[in-house]
């Protein structure tokens, strides 16, 4: 650790001006199984004035759990923070490994906030609502903000409202395709009804976040959200892919009717609705639901082969590739089931 | 059920010899919180590994039985009537899975058979049997 201490030194003293930088109470932050993240002081003088600022590393594991371009998300961070979004300041962003032996960026550390755990039965307590109200809120303000507008109009992702869907379905068909070692029938059904049922073109191209969800986002004692975080899975979709994935009941927690262990699900639509300018209808919201669980199966699969292959032993893949796939494994079955009359 | 409760111990013990104490309080405290849930999940799994298994691959077994004589497709009635013939001769989770699998990719071209010949009633029959099974794998926390 105190040698990780000594070169992050190095490398923010040259890129920062600040010859007289120190770095300070540099501490691993538990979770995040696709990048290493770190919390530290850096100390320094700038303009005469003494600073001691906190702030976030976010390095490139040996092995990463879902293969993500680091460029992608500090580009998202830039993106939102200057669009005033509550996201945390981007200060650095290597992609060589010369400084820390992997890519790495840096960003600033919002202090002083909690994230909701998923496990939690009631992550936000008294602020339950109200931190509903501005996660669907900064969920549809995403929505509405134009690509092109924001500097990330070359994102990833489809490139037409026509192919959204298929294009999502074709990555993650992509991903448990090379990762699954055990077949997994509902996943596969999964994958034909989807390909079987298209939803309609999305309403517009939007930054669609990948995996906005409780857990990912920072909240402070007073229950104001401060921070949305890990954008790695960004890329250019459908409006309703992330409304989906917020909304999967994985998120819900003890209480499936408040997604997210927040608000009613009918009062999350409408306040997004209202944030986006943009429609959820139904039938194409729940074809996204559907997607949602069929994402997450994929997610967890390539966790559970991570672990199971020794790349990344962190327990968090384990867990995944148990509670969570299995968790999705019945969220699919009980809807494509019902959609039989089974 | 991937990863195996085995690879989970081993790892689980590799994870704990290697230490993980020089990244900080914080991130060895919330890496023991996860090592004693995936313990925890490991105790139930050792118990019910066995049991998931037979009971899936019987269902499975049943149902071929049962759908092979709707089957048009004779090789396939035939596949199907075979594979419900056959038994878990060993209780190892290894000869389980290694049957379990087989079954599973036969129930999935059955299914495929049954989307595209619009059999909805042969559907329906293999989707209580996938819920079933969904039911049954669910990894419920907690005592």
């Known amino acids: 650790m105190s040698e990780l201490a000594t070169r992050l030194a190095t490398y923010l003293r040259a890129k920062l001006g600040a010859p007289d930088l120190t770095v300070a109470n540099l501490a691993r932050i538990p979770g995040g199984a696709s990048r290493e993240t770190y919390r530290f002081r850096a100390r320094y003088v700038a303009d005469g004035k003494a600073l001691d600022r906190g702030l976030i590393l976010r390095r490139d594991p040996p092995s990463s ?39 790495f960026f840096i960003m600033a550390e919002v202090e002083n906030c909690t994230t909701g755990g998923i496990m939690s039965p009631d992550p936000y307590g008294q602020h339950r609502e109200s931190v509903g109200r501005q996660f ?76 906005y969800r409780t857990g990912n986002f920072l909240v402070d004692d007073a229950g104001k959200i401060r921070a949305i975080l890990d954008w790695e899975m960004s890329h250019l979709g459908d409006p309703l892919e992330d409304l989906g994935w917020a909304i999967d009941p994985l998120w819900a927690g003890a209480d499936p009717a408040r997604p997210g262990g927040m608000i009613p699900r009918a009062d999350a639509i409408r306040i ?24 997450g199966a994929a997610i967890w699969i390539s966790a559970a082969l991570e672990y199971a292959d020794g790349r990344n032993i962190d327990p968090i893949n384990a867990f995944s590739g148990w509670y969570c796939l299995s968790f999705h494994n019945k969220v699919l079955a009980d809807r494509l089931a019902a959609e039989i009359g089974a | 059920m991937k990863p195996e409760v085995g690879t989970v111990l081993a790892l689980t013990a590799q994870k704990i010899a290697s230490g993980f104490g020089e990244h900080g309080a914080a991130f060895a405290q919330g890496t023991i919180g996860l090592l004693a849930t995936v313990l ?65 990719r036969l129930l999935t071209r059955l299914q495929i058979y049954a989307e595209e010949h619009g059999v909805n009633d042969v559907q329906r029959r293999i989707w209580a049997v996938l819920k079933a099974m969904a039911q049954r794998r669910l990894v419920q926390l907690g005592p």
């Open chain 1, 272 to 295: 997004w609705e209202e944030a986006s300018g943009l429609k959820a209808d139904p039938k194409a919201l729940h074809w996204w639901e559907i997607f949602a669980s069929l994402k």
């Open chain 1, 65 to 103: 759990l879902i293969e993500t371009e680091r460029t992608t998300e500090y580009r998202a961070y830039e993106a939102f923070h200057r669009l005033g979004l509550p996201v945390p300041q981007p200060i650095a962003l290597e992609l060589g490994g010369e400084a820390l032996e992997r890519p």
């Open chain 1, 136 to 211: 669907f809120t900064v969920l549809g303000k995403i929505a509405a903000a134009e690509p092109k507008e924001i500097g990330l109009g070359d994102f990833n992702g489809a490139k037409d409202v026509r192919a959204t869907a298929m294009h999502e379905v074709a990555r993650w068909e992509r991903v448990i395709s090379e990762d699954e070692r055990e077949p997994q029938p509902i996943v596969h059904a999964a994958l034909r009804w989807l390909k079987r049922n298209p939803p309609p073109p999305a309403q517009k191209m939007c930054v669609v976040h990948g995996d």
């Open chain 2, 40 to 104: 925890a999940v490991s105790a139930k799994e050792y118990e019910r590994g066995a049991d998931i298994r037979v009971s899936e691959n019987n269902e499975m077994r049943a149902l071929f039985e049962v759908l092979a004589e709707t089957v048009t497709d004779p090789a396939l009635r035939q596949e199907l009537r075979d594979a419900g013939a056959t038994r878990d001769a060993s209780l190892r989770i290894s000869a389980l899975n290694e049957n379990n699998y087989a079954l599973r």
